[in-house]
């Protein structure tokens, strides 16, 4: 940033080149961005990926741990701009502003047992958090990951989740609400899992994202099961504009989102989550 | 060091800072309102002239006094110049569908503004918006990301030059005193100014910056007398007597954050149009829209920013719907930002007791009312 007429740094998109695009499920896409310099994003941290005149949409990385050429993103197509976004396909760009917002608890789990529950796309910012832990897996205790999806149509990262079951290192568990013939996972919500899971519940780590209403079931399942709601943290999601916390869109109570967030802790929650219409 | 000088030596003043390059904006009448403006000479400023404040209720009357300075908060702030309504952050331009983007800044800072006539609590509103933009010369806590600060405003701010004006009356809506930001003008400013008619027209000067003590080199005036100095604390003294509403702020932020399933809200939600002028009004809001679009020839895009308001229902706009739907939450967002989660975000309140939402509000809701009423069902309850 050099003279008065230059862009704010903090507003000016840069364009990376697509250089592999994967459909996840009827409308969910991955892309693979091609960095020509290291971009220093973390699990948890997001972009706000930016659609020519059309506005922009805050996607968590959705694959790591980090490297220096790829830069992943999941994307499901809802509205306009993730629909332009959508469209795209390999030697074309996308451009987008970050990184954004803070980071999974990987450090402060080191050395004991962690549970994932992801619901849905919740799984996206989720595989680079499982992708780190499996590499480091000496570090850790028991690692679980539960995976909840509406139908086994909408589980994402299906290559991923083959592999995933078929460790031994990992507990795996994979539950639909819905089930059509042939499924041989679980089926009912994820609290249910839950109950089955084996941790002990002083020296775990809870991490989950999802839709709220899961998030909250899932944080009370852990906490009834003797998890400290310091120990459990959710990803919250609202309305962004700035990604900065100038904008005053994802304001959540007390809690800034994109700029004390996107990931906190159930204590600091708790009392918000029940509370209508915040 | 306080300089005494006679009020027609203001006229100088304003000379003075205008030969310095500054582009001067102060209060002077429009639309029988107080409005902050361009003020290019003495006559520009409201000389005689007071306001009558209540819920709903804005009215200017000249009176006997020929003070300069004499109405409590103008009915526009000075945020307008420092965050305007409307502004461009970038245009940017591809040749080629899926060329590469050209860009290009939408605003430019190239002038450097003085505000004169800055009120205690627009003086702290300014502090308050410091601190949101990363601009706080002072932080009081390590920034998140020290780098990241806005820049437009910053770029504006670094130059700004404050002449602020202590009042020698308070307006009944107004209620700095209990907010901790006035009558007294402490630190904050380049000038300050406290206005006295009392048989003389005169004024006490201050600097409290390099620039001020430039500015005030130029006037003619004697260096205050202890008597003087009393003079103000008297002054003071009565404006605080005089602040026509207050509000307790005791646990006030913890009280209200137990307030969130209070019936009273939706009690307020049957009078509240959901019309956002509160916001409009509050030298503190700060909240702003993002609006991407392009031109005919889809070639060039704009980013254009707008004050947005808690009122407005695509705020919270979220997977298809809006999280805060009903006028309950949406006024339960605004009063508990203002008075209670703004110390969780920022540190500070982030009301300043100006009394504007009250003033401006066209169907008479009182923050300070709702607030002790909120606060009193609390402690009943706790
Ligand atoms: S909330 Fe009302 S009284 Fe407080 S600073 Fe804003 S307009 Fe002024
Ligand atoms: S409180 Fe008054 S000014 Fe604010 S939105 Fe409601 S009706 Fe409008
Ligand atoms: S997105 Fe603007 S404040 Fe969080």
Known sequence: MTGRDSVDGLWAPQALRIANKVQESTDVFSFELELEQSFDIRPGQFNMLYAFGKGEVPI????????????????????????????????EEIELRGPFGNTWPLESALGGDVVIVAGGIGLAPMRPVIQALLANLEQYRRISVVCGARSPYELIFREDVEEWSARRDLDFHATVDIAPRG???TVGVVTSVIEQLSFEPQRTTVMTCGPEIMMRFT?????????????????????MKCAVGFCGHCMYGPHIICRDGPVFRYSRLRDLLHIREL | MSLRIEAAQLGHLL????????????????????????????????????????????????????????????????????????????????????????????????????????????????????????????????????????QLYGMRRENLLIIATECGQAGSTCFCASMNTGPEIEAGYDLRITEFVDGE?????????EQGDTLLSHLAGRPASEDDLTTREQLLERTRRSMGRSLDTRNLPQQLARSFDSPAWEDIAERCLSCANCTLSCPTCFCTDIEDATDITGRTAIRT????SCFNKEISWLHGGQVRKSTASRYRQWLTHKLSTWHDQFGSSGCVGCGRCITWCPVGIDITEEAARLTAGTEASS
């Open chain 1, 183 to 185: 499924w041989t996972g």
């Open chain 1, 219 to 239: 944080a009370d399942a852990f906490c009834d099961r003797g998890v400290p709601a310091e120990s459990i943290f959710l990803s919250m999601e609202r309305n």
């Open chain 1, 60 to 91: 968590s990385m959705s694959a790591g741990p980090p490297t220096t050429t790829r830069l992943v993103h999941t994307i499901r197509n809802v509205g306009k701009i993730t629909t332009d976004i959508c469209a795209r396909e390999p030697g």
């Open chain 2, 15 to 150: 000379e003075v800072i205008r030969n310095a390059g500054y582009d001067l904006l102060g209060p002077t009448v429009r639309d029988g309102a107080i409005a902050i403006d361009r003020i290019s000479q003495l006559s520009d400023l409201p000389q005689g002239i007071t306001d009558e404040q209540e819920k709903g209720l804005y009215r200017l009357r000249t009176q006997a006094s020929p003070s300069y300075f004499g109405f409590s908060a103008p009915a526009q702030t000075f945020r307008r110049f420092l965050q305007p309504p409307t502004q461009t952050i970038f245009w940017a331009s591809r040749d080629t569908p899926g060329g590469p983007l050209r860009m290009r800044s939408g605003s430019n800072v190239d002038s450097k503004l003085a505000f004169i006539g800055v009120k205690a609590c627009d003086l702290a509103a300014i502090g308050v918006h410091d601190v949101v933009f990363g601009c706080d010369p002072n932080p009081q806590r390590p920034a998140a990301d020290p780098l990241i600060k806005d």
């Open chain 2, 305 to 308: 920013q707008r004050w947005d």
């Open chain 2, 201 to 209: 027209h005169w004024m006490l000067i201050d600097a409290g910056s």
